[in-house]
């Protein structure tokens, strides 16, 4: 009887090719999820973000992505521990075809976001390595597109990539793995992110933080005039920077008829804060009074989502430092009614201003927070976990 052999897939690549494709991707997956994990709340903006978006460009669809976005958090952390794991798993070759295919789905599901975010200009900064490493939309888009091609040659030089195993010591690697990532992300959750690469950092002067660095180029832009001569009614487009060096403003009968939306013609450096911004319940700007003196921002972004424990904590911080050399101040995005409401119930004598929401989620990742300054650098930062006392406060160098 003859027998029949199953035929074996072609396999691309030398064995030491596929094995160091297969470290590279693994690491960066561990790498990219490690950092997002770190703080799986600017993930969950990030998630918003596209939610937003996606509902506005697909309104047949905004009730769909609406609904999303209270979820985003858990899906925040569903997405990093993923990318983790499966990098373990690529690392370890545990389940390896089960392995790839989920990796597959992974970055398909990236490089559209990335592809999106490049191609409309859409959630311009996809946080793909957090707030550690910023790159452009057709940056991520670009590591994503290799990524995907490496993990389609990784599929097609699988049987190269050593023995498909489940085994007990390798599965025990793989869950350990998902234990500790989920650890990471409740920790960060609920405290602080384990590094912060925030420009609000312990030690960060956000002065400072809100200039240009020296000898930085900002972006350049260029507005468009169309031009019109009075006596001929002949038209034409030139730039601001024409117009003024022409010296066409010196003739009277060349007169301006429409002017175009300012457009980017060089992309330059941004300061790491670009919009910090305190004002009172009627518009006034009082942003550099929060940089004067050493000043306590306790951060309540949203006061009817916030950790009402937490809220019960800061009437005693806020009294025990009357009198002292440090003025508490609250900073909220709420709306005036709300918060006073919220005041009352508290009894919080501090006074309240207003920020951005988004502003105030990159300043402190927890609802509430606190943030101790000196002449605007940051002394210390706690989460709504745990808040501190005012002895704990006046501890510091002030």
């Not at 494709?21 to 973000?49: A, C, H, M, W, Y």
């Not at 060349?254 to 457009?263: G, K, L, M």
Request: net charge positive; charged share 20%.
């Amino acid at each position: 009887m003859k027998t029949i052999t199953k035929k074996q897939p072609k396999s691309v690549g030398s064995p030491v090719a596929v094995t160091v494709v297969r470290l590279f991707v693994g690491v960066l997956f561990i790498f990219s999820g490690l950092i997002k994990l770190n703080d799986p709340v600017g993930t969950q903006i990030k998630l918003t973000e596209y939610f937003e978006v996606f509902a506005a460009d697909l309104p047949a669809l905004g009730g769909l992505f609406h609904a999303l976005i209270p979820l985003a958090l858990g899906l925040a952390v569903v997405l990093c521990v993923a990318e983790v794991v499966l990098g373990v798993a690529l690392l370890v070759r545990y389940r390896l075809r089960a392995t790839l295919w989920v990796l597959l789905g992974l970055i398909v599901f990236f490089t559209f976001l990335t592809f999106y975010s490049a191609w409309f200009n859409k959630v311009t900064d996809c946080g793909c390595f957090g707030d550690a490493i910023k790159l452009t939309p057709w940056q991520s888009f670009g590591k994503d597109v290799l990524l995907l091609g490496l993990i389609l040659w990784l599929f097609a030089g699988r049987n190269r990539l050593g023995a498909e195993t489940g085994s007990r010591a390798r599965a025990a690697v793989v869950w350990g793995s998902v234990l500790a990532s989920v650890a990471v992300a409740v920790y960060a959750i609920f405290y602080l992110p384990v590094i912060d690469f925030l420009p609000y950092k312990k030690g960060a002067s956000i002065p400072e933080n809100m200039k240009l660095p020296p000898g930085a180029t900002p972006d350049v832009y260029e507005t468009l005039y169309t031009m019109k001569h009075a006596k001929t009614g002949e038209q034409k487009e030139i730039s601001d920077k024409t117009y003024i060096d022409s010296g066409i403003w010196k003739d009277a009968n060349w007169q301006i008829a429409a002017t175009a939306e300012p457009r980017l013609v060089k992309k330059g450096v941004k300061p790491k804060i670009t919009d910090f911004a305190v004002h009172t319940a009627d518009g006034q700007d009082i942003t550099q009074e929060v940089f004067k003196g050493n000043k306590l921002l306790i951060v309540i972004a949203d006061a009817q989502k916030s950790n009402k424990a937490s809220l019960a904590k800061i009437g005693d911080l806020v009294k025990g430092l009357a009198g002292k050399n440090v003025t508490p101040l609250f900073l909220t995005a709420t709306d005036e009614a709300t918060f006073e409401a919220f005041r009352h119930e508290f009894q919080w004598s501090a006074p309240y201003y207003f920020t951005d929401a988004t502003v105030l989620k990159t300043m402190v990742r927890t609802n509430p927070g606190a943030l101790l300054l000196k002449d605007g650098t940051v002394l210390d930062k706690w989460p709504a976990a745990a808040l501190p006392a005012a002895e704990t406060v006046l501890k510091h160098p002030l």
